[in-house]
């Protein structure tokens, strides 16, 4: 008995100081059944306590009757599937005749606590069917990217869900994008996460960073054009809107529309071309866009216009010619002058770090998701690289593994063989130094990145 006990004693002593130090631990060996558990137990009266039942049918209540029965209890959503993952649960359930997606999502919170889960968020999967993603720990706090994702060409995991779920920029499906936030919110880390991943891919990489090159100057092996100041930014973006031009008249050239030729052959973006003509993909970096905005003389308010004219062009007339915009700084507002509220409407990923002010919240998210500029003014200061991510579908909250610089620029220097020649951005391609070697991680090092990781 005493062995027992202290076996006992023992098994929960970890089970505490695996729940303190280690959540993603204590989820994977004591969290995912003691929680599929109390939700198989609860269900049904959660759901009841929530308002997510419905009144049983008149069939059954004319049964009722007639067998001298009392009446049935109100029915609860059917579960469909109670999947565990290695953050938490999906639970899947076939709504009621009479029930709406949005009276669960209005229910999250309370299913939260009914269940004892760190969140709890609801979406509809399809007609009749609702998918509620259950947290078990604050995946937040630090950050683990799981060992294997669906990253593909032009599609790189950069940040981890509030729901555990892996956040991907997609070129393909989102061609241009807008980052804002405040200094020290986590900018940065999230544009060396998006360069590190996408150094791995076959695209060329162009950059436009007016502090000298200060924040992409380290990571230029893999960059096939850099600049780094207004002047050659004007000229960077003029090589590229011709560019794109060029691109289009080679699309025309192969499109060769007739009775015989089948729709899915038809040519209308450089992905439609046969692999040997199709160009190569560029992704163009913008670090501190209101750089570019700015003018004191009026030379250069028309360099400016010059500059924002391209912008507005690629944004729109850029995707089918392979060229994709990412767009960060501090505000992106009108107060930038003409032509910045044409480029923001053409940038449709919206991600939001902390910001100091509403204003800054409404300039990203004011347009097409205003329940997510409560949450942009609400990410506290000490959990650097946290943002919210918003569309028209909706918003969710989500964290960027810490990358050093170093770790970029290693990754970037060891797929630098990678860095295509494009020829229009040759005179733009950065001087090179010869290369240093990667410096092992020391120990204090190593304690830094845990730190400000957790």
């Not at 599609?155 to 555990?164: N, Y």
């Not at 090589?239 to 729709?263: C, F, K, N, T």
Request: proline share 7%.
């Amino acid at each position: 008995m005493t062995t027992v006990l202290v076996v006992a004693l023992l098994v929960v002593a970890a089970a505490l100081i695996l729940r303190w130090r280690r959540p993603a631990w204590y989820w994977l060996a004591f969290g995912v059944a003691l929680a599929v558990l109390r939700v198989s137990v609860r269900y049904a009266s959660v759901m009841d306590a929530c308002g997510l039942t419905v009144p049983p049918s008149r069939f059954r209540l004319t049964l009722a009757r007639m067998a001298g029965r009392p009446a049935p209890e109100s029915r609860a959503p059917r579960v469909l599937r109670i999947r565990p993952t290695r953050t938490g649960l999906v639970l899947r359930v076939k709504l009621r005749p009479g029930q709406d997606a949005f009276d669960f999502a209005a229910s999250c919170d309370r299913l939260r606590h009914s269940f004892g889960m760190y969140a709890v968020t609801a979406r509809e999967v399809k007609s009749g069917v609702v998918e509620l993603r259950m947290t078990g720990y604050d995946v937040l706090k630090r950050v683990q990217m799981p060992a294997k994702t669906e990253a593909g060409p032009l599609r790189v995991a950069v940040a981890l869900r509030d729901d555990g779920a892996v956040l991907y920029r997609d070129y393909r499906t989102v061609p241009h994008a807008l980052n804002i936030g405040a200094t020290q919110s986590g900018k940065s880390v999230y544009q060396r996460r998006l360069v590190a991943e996408l150094a791995r891919q076959p695209v060329a990489l162009a950059g436009i960073d007016c502090k000298q090159g200060m924040e992409l100057g380290p990571l230029a092996r893999r960059f096939s054009a850099l600049a780094e100041d207004p002047d050659s930014a004007a000229e960077l973006l003029d090589a590229l809107a011709e560019r794109m031009a060029g691109i289009y008249r080679l699309i025309r050239r192969e499109q060769q529309i007739s009775v015989d030729i089948p729709d899915a052959d038809i040519a209308a973006d450089i992905f439609d071309l046969p692999e040997h003509l199709r160009p190569v993909p560029i992704v163009l970096l913008i670090d501190e866009v209101a750089e570019l905005a700015l003018f004191t003389t009026k030379e250069e308010e028309k360099r400016r216009d010059r500059i924002i004219t391209a912008l507005v062009r690629l944004a729109q007339l850029g995707r089918a010619a392979g060229i994709y915009v990412e767009v960060c700084g501090q505000r992106f507002g009108s107060e930038l002058g003409k032509g910045i509220t044409m480029l923001r409407a053409q940038l449709t990923g919206r991600t939001a770090h902390r910001v100091n002010d509403e204003t800054s919240a409404n300039m990203a998210f004011g347009d097409i998701a205003p329940d997510a500029v409560l949450a942009a003014i609400q990410i506290p200061r000490e959990m650097p690289g946290v943002a919210v991510v918003a569309d028209s579908i909706g918003w969710a909250r989500t964290r960027t593994p810490f990358t050093t610089l170093r770790q970029a620029v290693n990754v970037c220097n060891r797929h630098a063989h990678l860095t295509p020649d494009v020829p229009e951005l040759a005179p733009f391609r950065p001087v090179l130094t010869p290369a240093v070697p990667p410096k092992p991680l020391h120990a204090p090092d190593a304690v830094a990145v845990e730190s400000a990781t957790a």
